[in-house]
């Protein structure tokens, strides 16, 4: 079992910045995918960024150039900069988190894969 606790969110003007962190703990050993998905109010939930191994990095198409996720596994950790928000930027933003073991890769960013998450932050962009 992993657990994730998010923290971070809040409320920002357009073309502003936040910074999510996410904190791992439990069952990391073997190496652990981290993630960053968020819902915005009537959608389905939406990959936005995936890591692994510091260096394995994955965007959504929205994501790419704004945000730039990071990780460090030492303290199971990974953050998620977001640069010139916009208002369809706001939603619920989670993170989640994908035991890789031998694989060691992340798997197609779809929240069908990944099996750990934490409770949400609240992220506002307004005009």
Do not use: H
Not at 55 to 76: C, E, H, M, P, V
């Amino acid at each position: 079992q992993v657990t994730l606790t998010e923290s971070g969110g809040g409320s920002v003007q357009a073309g502003g910045s936040l910074k999510l962190s996410c904190a791992a703990s439990g069952d990391t050993d073997g190496g652990v995918c981290m993630a960053w998905f968020r819902q915005a109010p009537g959608t389905e939930r939406e990959g936005v960024a995936a890591i692994y191994g510091g260096d394995k990095l994955y965007y959504s198409g929205s994501a790419k150039g704004r945000f730039t996720i990071s990780q460090d596994n030492a303290k199971n950790a990974a953050w998620l900069q977001m640069d010139s928000l916009k208002p369809e930027d706001t939603g619920i933003y989670y993170c989640a988190a994908y035991r890789t073991g031998i694989w060691a890769a992340c798997p197609p960013l779809s929240d069908t894969q990944f099996p750990f998450w934490g409770q949400g932050t609240q992220v506002t962009v307004s005009s």
